[in-house]
């Protein structure tokens, strides 16, 4: 890597099994289609359904153009096809977790295990699942998250909130925690800039179905020129704060 090279982590959230951005009724139809079949039992079925994870394969097509990786952080109810998978592994993408149900640390830790074996992949982060229609992450808990992380014994916590003033993820505990991220589908593309620039450290999240935005494919584009789109676990590597 050269080393005066901007690095720039990327962090994908796999949310929904379809984009949920589409106009008119068949937009709104699709997203209830996207929420109802996420309660369904069998992840094993859902996995048959035409077009599954689509918007993922889309996303890491387009970061290839760029010489980008990234990490996808998967809920158990949008655990990647074998397919997918091979093709996430094949691009040198990180795996990782999006804890969605996690009132009590079994909860969180049981469905950690069940990821764990759907995709065959030592995982070593996670990230939190927001408020949703089914499997609420409740809300943002920095001190229970960390607790949930050391616990797993998991080696980072890719969220920022609340320390602006973190260039780089602090140790606590042994899990290595980020202080700031931004969405992109929140920020303009003046205020995307500004982070990248201003950061010694951006944390983009971007999830596969934004690119379904009118305007967030072009920003992404634009962003992945600013330097080098990384996964978490690759900057880690490269930054040396990875703990044995």
């Not at 069940?114 to 409740?138: D, N, Q």
């Not at 602090?170 to 990248?196: A, N, W």
Request: glycine fraction near 8%.
């Amino acid at each position: 890597m050269n080393s005066s090279e901007k690095l720039i982590v990327l962090r994908h959230d796999v949310d929904n099994i379809w984009s949920i951005y589409k106009s008119g009724i068949k937009g709104r139809g699709m997203k209830i289609l996207n929420y109802s079949l996420m309660l369904f039992p069998s992840t094993t079925i859902r996995q048959l359904l035409p077009n599954y994870l689509d918007t993922v394969l889309e996303l890491v097509d387009l970061e290839k153009d760029y010489g980008a990786t990234s990490t996808f952080f998967f809920r158990v109810c949008t655990a990647p096809t074998k397919r997918i998978l091979n093709e996430l592994l094949k691009s040198n993408c990180e795996i990782g977790y999006h804890s969605d149900r996690n009132r009590s640390f079994e909860e969180f830790y049981r469905d950690l295990l069940a990821l764990k074996r759907m995709v065959g992949y030592e995982i070593f982060g996670f990230t939190k699942h927001g408020y949703s229609p089914v499997r609420s992450g409740g809300p943002w808990d920095e001190a229970k998250f960390i607790e949930y992380g050391v616990k797993a014994k998991l080696k980072y916590l890719a969220q920022g909130e609340g320390h602006p003033d973190w260039e780089y993820p602090k140790v606590i505990r042994g899990l290595l925690v980020f202080g700031h991220h931004i969405t992109l589908k929140k920020c303009s593309k003046e205020q995307v800039k500004e982070y990248v620039e201003r950061r010694g450290v951006p944390l983009i999240l971007v999830h596969p179905e934004d690119l379904s935005i009118p305007g967030i494919k072009e920003v992404f584009e634009e962003l992945l020129t600013m330097g080098r789109g990384v996964s978490v676990i690759n900057f880690l590597s490269y930054a040396n704060l990875l703990q044995s």
